[in-house]
């Protein structure tokens, strides 16, 4: 995937990384929407990652991925269900969950849901 995104550079991705004393400790992309079943999608583009080394939690460095990848753009995106964090932090920038649910075999079972802005 990363190959792909990095290697094929497009308007239509936004790849961002957040970094601490020259390391990189988090990364975020945003790009155009895709596994979608609706006939036309809730919106066109993704945020489909923000991730951050749990010792840079609440350094603001996860915001600064979103403002730089999504800004105030209408996006959608899924989110662990079991992770309150990430959904409180979603809900704080204008993501609400939309009633849609997923369970990704690929992602351990994991259940996500989605949320839209």
Do not use: C
């Given at each position: 995937?990363?190959?792909h995104?990095l290697?094929?550079?497009r308007?239509?991705w936004?790849v961002r990384i957040a970094?601490s ?6 990364f975020?992309f945003?790009?155009?929407t895709?596994g979608q ?5 809730v919106r ?7 991730y951050?080394l ?6 603001g ?6 403002d730089?990848?999504a ?8 989110v662990?269900k079991?992770n309150?964090?990430?959904?409180a932090?979603?809900?704080r920038n204008?993501?609400?969950v939309d ?11 994991i259940a996500?849901?989605r949320?839209?802005?």
């Amino acid at each position: 995937m990363w190959n792909h995104i990095l290697g094929n550079p497009r308007d239509e991705w936004t790849v961002r990384i957040a970094e601490s004393d020259g390391d990189i400790v988090g990364f975020a992309f945003v790009g155009p929407t895709i596994g979608q079943d609706e006939e036309k999608p809730v919106r066109d583009r993704q945020l489909f990652s923000i991730y951050l080394l749990a010792a840079h939690y609440g350094s603001g460095a996860g915001q600064s991925l979103l403002d730089a990848t999504a800004d105030e753009e209408p996006l959608v995106m899924w989110v662990a269900k079991d992770n309150p964090r990430a959904v409180a932090f979603y809900r704080r920038n204008g993501y609400e969950v939309d009633g849609a649910e997923q369970v990704d075999p690929s992602a351990f079972g994991i259940a996500s849901a989605r949320m839209v802005r």
